[in-house]
Every structure is written in structure tokens, then in C-alpha cells.
């Protein structure tokens, strides 16, 4: 055999040998699976956009709440058991402890708690508080999911959310959004609430439900939606208690049943800008005094209408729900120090405060 021929034939039967072996080791080169390119499906969906990794965080942490009241019956000479309604709540302990909104529960006989794996309990209140619209409530259970929780305060404007709840008792839904703004205040009769507003949709059902980051961690308890008149809800306007309020509203009830706060009776509106340059004061320093409730500390210490209050305990205030938090974190019979500035004077007062008494309706 001339030796050109050897040669060809020596590399043929190498190349054999060695594809034998190729296939024998990697078997999946019999299906070309190595030459098969993604489709351009397959590329976008390896690049989209979930909050699917969020949501399994967090979802199963949120629980629909069921209320029943004693009725009259037009059968039963006896009252009995009726639905009332209905919202959602948040697991933020092993223990069983869960928030909600006050106005899921009020004056229910019965609440009931639906949790995402199917197990049902009936809670106990554990305590409310009327002024932030929370209450907490306790099931026995074991195994519970709790929420994720951080350090929000520094939840920022523009911060993706999402709205977990349990609207019109269709069943647990995620609503999308933004956080629209920070510190709402004036949306509630008792003025307490440091609101953060969202575009998350948030319907009837929704309240006490979870406001959560895209991380899955608690932002916010849902509480409402903003409404005008008779016309109803307002598309796009929602809000959420900060989650650092509702914890630490929590972390009282469950240590006290109740929230002890500091009491001066005193009714203020924040100075404006131009008043304090007037005034020598720094821009957005101070509240003026309005109104002094009969017999209240203010009264005994001597503030007068018109004053305006530039300190407290040696703290700069600058709004009225800044003085309103400093005041109800002091503890009834605590003596506080009151700087303020009366007919272009300065002024230091000693106060000492009693204890905010709880709303009645």
C-alpha cells in the first residue's frame, strides 16, 4: 500500500476512535442540544422584569381576617353569629402576633384568621389603638410564616411597592406601584399618622394588609385609599402606616394592651417660613399655640394662645407632628421643658405632663 494511502487511512480510523469516544462520553451531542441557539422568547424571558422572588418572601406572611357579630335573627329568639366583614392582616411574629387595621375589627364579636396554606384559627385582640388605627391581634399556631422585616426609614420616593391583600374577598392579590410621597399628614381626624402614600391599589379587603419593597420586606400596613365627597375612591392615591410606626404602636400593645402617651393639651399649627425670619427664628422652626384645653398641663404651666413653641426638652420643633410624637413618647408625670417665645421673648417653662386618654368613638 503506497504510504500517502497509510497516512489517510491512519488518520481516518484516529478520527473515528476519537468521535466513538466523544459520543460515548458525551451522549448529548447525539441530540445536538450543544447547536441549539435560544430563541429570541428565550432570550427576553431570561432578561425580564419579577417581583415573583418578592412576593414568595413575603405573600404567605399575609392573612385574610373574617368578622362576625352577634345578630337577631328572624328564626332564632337568640342572636347569633353573622358575617360583618372583612380585610387582611400581617404575621410579624412566630408567636402568633399579627397587625391589622383597627377599623378591620372594631366591634367584632368573633375575628377570624385565614392563613395562605389553608389553616384557619380564631385570633384573639390583644389590644388596639384608635389614634394610628392598629390593633394586634394573637393566634395559637405553630409554624408561621413571618414577614420579612428591616429598617425602612429610609423608604425613599420612587421606591417600587407591593400592595398584598385580600380585596373584595377575591382571594390573596398583589397590586404594583410606587411610593408617591413620604410623611402625609391631615388624613385622619386624630392627626397621628406620618402616612407614606403609594399607586399601589388599595381596595376594600386590602386594609391591614402588607405594603412591601421589592425586596419582599414590610414597608407599610395598607390602610386606605384617599377619597373625596361622595365620589368615592380617587384613582392612584393610597396609604400605608410606616412600618416603623406600626411596630413600635405594636410592640406597646402587646407589652401593655394599650398606648401610654404624653398629654400637654395643647392645639397648634406649624409657623410659616416668612414668620419665622420675621421672628429671628430658624426657617420652619416653631409651632404656634391656637387653643389651650381647660385643665390641662399646658393650662397648670402657664402657656398662653399665641405662644410659640420653639423646643422641647431642648429639641427644635418644627411641625406639629414632630411636637405631637415628642410629647406622646414622654411617660404620664414625666417633667418636660418647654422653650418658647412670648411677645419677642424667650421663655423656658416647666410642664409636666399626664396621660393622652384613649378615643371613645
Do not use: C
Amino acid at each position: 500500500m503506497p504510504a500517502i494511502a497509510k497516512y489517510f487511512l491512519k488518520s481516518i480510523i484516529l478520527g473515528l476512535i476519537v468521535a466513538a469516544v466523544l459520543l460515548f462520553v458525551l451522549p448529548q451531542l447525539k441530540s445536538q442540544q450543544w447547536l441549539k441557539f435560544p430563541t429570541a422568547f428565550e432570550l427576553t424571558r431570561n432578561k425580564q422584569i419579577s417581583f415573583a422572588p418578592a412576593v414568595n418572601r413575603a405573600a404567605p406572611s399575609v392573612v385574610n381576617i373574617y368578622t362576625r357579630t352577634y345578630q337577631q335573627s328572624s328564626v332564632d329568639t337568640k342572636p347569633t353569629l353573622q358575617p360583618k366583614g372583612l380585610g387582611s392582616g400581617v404575621i410579624m411574629s412566630k408567636k402568633g402576633y399579627l397587625l391589622t387595621n383597627y377599623h378591620v375589627i372594631a366591634d367584632a364579636d368573633q375575628i377570624i384568621v385565614a392563613l395562605q396554606d389553608g389553616r384557619i384559627f380564631t385570633a384573639d385582640l390583644i389590644g388596639f389603638d384608635k389614634y394610628t388605627d392598629l390593633a394586634v391581634l394573637n393566634i395559637d399556631a405553630d409554624n408561621l410564616p413571618r414577614i420579612p422585616q428591616s429598617n425602612h426609614e429610609q423608604t425613599q420616593v420612587g421606591d417600587v411597592v407591593l400592595a398584598i391583600g385580600n380585596p373584595y374577598n377575591l382571594g390573596q392579590t398583589i397590586t404594583q406601584g410606587i411610593i408617591s410621597a413620604r410623611g402625609r399628614v391631615g388624613m385622619s381626624t386624630t392627626g397621628r399618622q406620618n402616612f407614606l402614600q403609594t399607586d399601589a391599589a388599595i381596595n376594600e379587603g386590602n386594609s391591614g394588609g402588607a405594603l412591601i419593597n421589592s425586596l419582599g420586606e414590610l414597608v407599610g400596613i395598607n390602610t386606605a385609599s384617599f377619597k373625596i365627597g361622595d365620589q368615592g375612591n380617587t384613582k392612584g392615591i393610597s396609604f400605608a402606616i410606616p412600618y416603623p410606626l406600626a411596630q413600635k404602636i405594636m410592640l406597646e400593645l402587646i407589652a401593655n394592651g394599650r398606648v401610654i402617651r404624653g398629654y400637654l393639651g395643647v392645639e397648634t399649627v406649624s409657623i410659616n417660613t416668612v414668620m419665622a425670619k420675621l421672628m429671628g427664628l430658624k426657617a420652619n422652626q416653631g409651632i404656634v399655640v391656637q387653643s389651650i384645653s381647660p385643665n390641662s398641663p399646658a393650662q397648670r404651666a402657664g402657656l398662653m394662645p399665641g405662644d410659640i413653641i420653639v423646643q422641647f426638652n431642648d429639641i427644635d420643633v418644627n411641625n406639629v407632628l414632630g411636637m405631637m410624637d415628642m410629647v406622646a413618647e414622654q411617660r404620664p408625670g414625666t417633667e418636660s421643658v418647654l422653650t418658647i417665645m412670648r411677645s419677642g421673648e424667650q421663655y423656658r417653662i416647666k410642664v409636666k405632663l399626664s396621660e393622652l386618654q384613649p378615643l371613645t368613638n
